[in-house]
T-cell receptor, first 113, second 113 residues
Framework: KAGVTQTPRYLIKTRGQQVTLSCSPI?????VSWYQQTPGQGLQFLFE???????NKGNFPGRFSGRQFSNSRSEMNVSTLELGDSALYLC????????????FGPGTRLTVT | QQQVKQSPQSLIVQKGGISIINCAYE??????FPWYQQFPGKGPALLIAIRPDVSEKKEGRFTISFNKSAKQFSLHIMDSQPGDSATYFCAATSSNSGYALNFGKGTSLLVTP
C-alpha cells in the first residue's frame, strides 16, 4: 500500500505570496492532519480534517488554512507568506475517526525569501 | 508552552550499546504516547507507541517504559546500530485534544561503529 504522498516536495516563494500544498493520504485513510516543523519550534500541529470538515486547529494565524476533498485528499494554503513560514510542512493520515496512529508523508520544504 | 519535554537533545552511543531517551508530560488527559523516528529528508515514521494502562511495551530492539505516577516515559534502543542514527521524537495526545500530537523537541542519536 502506498504511503502518504505530498506535492510538491520543494517550493521557493517570495514574501507576500501565497502557496498551496497538497497531500494524498494512505488509501482508505479518512483523517488528515497537518504539522509544521522548524528547527526552533519543532513539530507543531496546524489542523486536522475528517470527512471534509476541519475538526481541530492549532495555534496558528488565520493565514494558514486548509480543506479536504471527498476523496480524502487535502490541501493547505498559506497566504501573505512571511519569512518565518519557511519550514517543512508535514501531512499525516489516520485510518478512521478515533484512530490514534498517524502516518506521515515526506513533507514539503517551503522556503520563503 | 511545550506540553512534552524531551531529553537529551543529542546522544552518542557506541554500536551494541543501549540508547535511552526520556520524555515528561504534564497533561494527565494524554492517553496515547508514540515515538517517531526521522531520518534527514524524510517524514517522521511511527516506531512504537504505548497506552497508559501498561508500564512497558517491547517491539524488537525498541522498548517503551511508562511511569504514569511520574508522568514520564522513555524509549530504550537495545543493541544500538549505526542504522539507528536518526532524530527521535516522543509525542502525546488524547481524544480530548482531537488526537493532535504534541511533540517533544527531538533527540539526535548518533551510533558510532
Amino acid at each position: 500500500k502506498a504511503g502518504v504522498t505530498q506535492t510538491p516536495r520543494y517550493l521557493i516563494k517570495t514574501r507576500g505570496q501565497q502557496v498551496t500544498l497538497s497531500c494524498s493520504p494512505i488509501s482508505g485513510h479518512r483523517s488528515v492532519s497537518w504539522y509544521q516543523q522548524t528547527p526552533g519550534q519543532g513539530l507543531q500541529f496546524l489542523f486536522e480534517y475528517f470527512s471534509e470538515t476541519q475538526r481541530n486547529k492549532g495555534n496558528f494565524p488565520g493565514r494558514f488554512s486548509g480543506r479536504q476533498f471527498s476523496n480524502s485528499r487535502s490541501e493547505m494554503n498559506v497566504s501573505t507568506l512571511e519569512l518565518g513560514d519557511s519550514a517543512l510542512y508535514l501531512c499525516a493520515s489516520s485510518f478512521r475517526d478515533g484512530a490514534y496512529e498517524q502516518y506521515f508523508g515526506p513533507g514539503t520544504r517551503l522556503t520563503v525569501t | 508552552q511545550q506540553q512534552v519535554k524531551q531529553s537529551p537533545q543529542s546522544l552518542i552511543v557506541q554500536k551494541g550499546g543501549i540508547s535511552i531517551i526520556n520524555c515528561a508530560y504534564e497533561n494527565t488527559a494524554f492517553d496515547y504516547f508514540p515515538w517517531y523516528q526521522q531520518f534527514p529528508g524524510k517524514g517522521p515514521a511511527l516506531l512504537i507507541a504505548i497506552r497508559p494502562d501498561v508500564s512497558e511495551k517491547k517491539e524488537g530492539r525498541f522498548t517503551i517504559s511508562f511511569n504514569k505516577s511520574a508522568k514520564q516515559f522513555s524509549l530504550h534502543i537495545m543493541d544500538s546500530q549505526p542504522g539507528d542514527s536518526a532524530t527521535y521524537f516522543c509525542a502525546a495526545t488524547s481524544s480530548n485534544s482531537g488526537y493532535a500530537l504534541n511533540f517533544g523537541k527531538g533527540t539526535s542519536l548518533l551510533v558510532t561503529p
